[in-house]
């Protein structure tokens, strides 16, 4: 604990109060592209790619802030509360958002994970976390 508050602190110590720290700051780091992911906020990305599965990003979100019954989803053309949110990114500059998977209460889902060839029919499924008040449960995904 000690050794990290002084590494946080001397870091702070290069920078002066107000100054943003960006990717430009960064050695080799450099933004690519982006997705606005329908104004929803996230909490774990996960990413998987591979040959016969493409190259994907796979989003949980957090519950809160979503107005009366969610965001608007323009894929499904309906208010959807925060779930996960599936994108393609084969094209680095210009991610594709492809699907979300909502919610059916507001509530977080901020553990995703991912696995492909699973089990004797070689699926691909997505396991994430649903955390409400009045409910906490895994769902699993056939994707």
């Not at 996960?46 to 323009?74: C, I, K």
């Amino acid at each position: 604990m000690r050794k990290t508050l002084l590494v946080w602190c001397a870091g702070l110590a290069l920078f002066p109060a107000g100054a943003a720290i960006g990717a430009d700051d960064a050695l080799n780091v450099g933004l690519v592209g982006y997705n606005d992911m329908q104004g929803r906020h996230a909490l774990q990305v996960v990413t998987r790619s591979d040959a016969n599965n493409g190259n994907w990003v796979y989003v949980g979100h957090m519950g809160s802030g979503q107005g009366e019954g969610g965001l608007f989803n323009p894929i499904t053309k309906k208010k959807e509360f925060n779930g996960t949110s599936i994108l393609e990114i084969s094209d680095p500059a210009h991610p594709k958002y492809v699907w979300h998977i909502p919610n059916e209460v507001n509530a977080a889902s901020r553990s995703v994970s991912v696995v492909y060839d699973f089990g004797p029919g070689r699926r691909d499924y997505l396991v994430r976390s649903v955390e409400a008040r009045d409910r906490l449960k895994f769902q699993v995904f056939d994707i």
